[in-house]
């Protein structure tokens, strides 16, 4: 299945495709705070090594993996007035 791009989108999902952003946005949050402290305890315990940076490359990937960018999707929404 191809994905869309956001202006094909209909109303509907568009705002379905923005309450999932929100949602992963949290899931994500939680889960960088959390691989930030593996980094923080590993790095107090003075195991800086190889297992000190697999939680920093994880947290480097959630951030950078986004489908759409939210400031898109939030002029999208603006514009037809939807939000």
Known sequence: MEQKNLTELTD???LQEAKK???AAIANAVLIGFLA???FYSVIKNSWGFFTL???FL???LIN?????NKEIEALLKERNLK
């Open 65 to 69: 993996n986004s489908k759409y960018d």
């Open 37 to 39: 402290g593996i980094v």
């Open 21 to 23: 952003r929100k949602s």
């Open 59 to 61: 947290a480097y990937k």
């Open 54 to 56: 697999i939680p920093l």
């Open 12 to 14: 509907q999902e568009l």
